[in-house]
């Protein structure tokens, strides 16, 4: 498999931890006294690397083993970090809502982001579905879960200006208090018949 991104690795660790100080959190060793004090009330933090050693913000979970294994396989050049607290358990069913939620990939159908570049807003995927295999490539439904598996992955055919249709797999991984999402590119991203990403 080949990453998604030239610059980055698509990758999320999601932990549901029952409530809890945010000092006695897992994974929150790194984060300064102040900026755990403001997190305490729920809230986020993110943090921008341009060294794949070099990342803070990973909650020490055996699931995070895999993220630093792709860090140093991939080496990427940038490293964009999110840390999201949410003051409260969450009961199986919003569990599953959560796992579901990252499996509902026609909602990435006209993503945008705002390149500071352009001083605009652009389309990440104009259009973005499940498909049944990577050599047919026909659009299934989401595929939504009634039970979260321990290890499953997608298909996705996505719209990605400027580089065309890209075909990627979308892995889902779960230990029962934690989610691991991690997107890997098929289809190598060509702009103007210059391949920028294997």
Wanted: zero cysteines.
């Amino acid at each position: 498999m080949r990453r998604s991104f030239a610059w980055s690795i698509i990758a999320a660790l999601l932990a549901v931890f029952p409530p809890l100080g945010v000092g006695a959190a897992p994974g929150l060793s790194a984060v300064l006294p102040a900026e755990a004090r403001s997190l305490s009330s729920g809230g986020s933090l993110q943090s921008y690397r341009d060294d794949h050693r070099n990342v803070a913000l990973i909650p020490n979970h055996p699931l995070a083993e895999q993220i630093a294994r792709t860090l140093r396989s991939e080496r990427p050049t940038v490293i964009s970090e999110r840390i999201i607290v949410v003051p409260r358990g969450l009961q199986p069913a919003e569990q599953l809502e959560l796992y579901n939620s990252l499996r509902r990939v026609q909602g990435l159908s006209n993503l945008r982001y705002f390149n500071p570049r352009r001083g605009d807003w652009l389309d990440l995927f104009r259009q973005s579905m499940a498909v049944n295999d990577p050599s047919a490539r026909q659009p299934i439904p989401d595929p939504v879960v009634t039970v979260i598996p321990p290890d499953d992955s997608v298909w996705v055919l996505q719209e990605m200006p400027p580089f065309g249709e890209i075909l990627s797999q979308y892995r889902y991984v779960s230990t029962g208090d934690a989610f691991l999402f991690s997107s890997s590119n098929v289809d190598s991203l060509v702009y103007r018949g210059m391949r920028v990403a294997r």
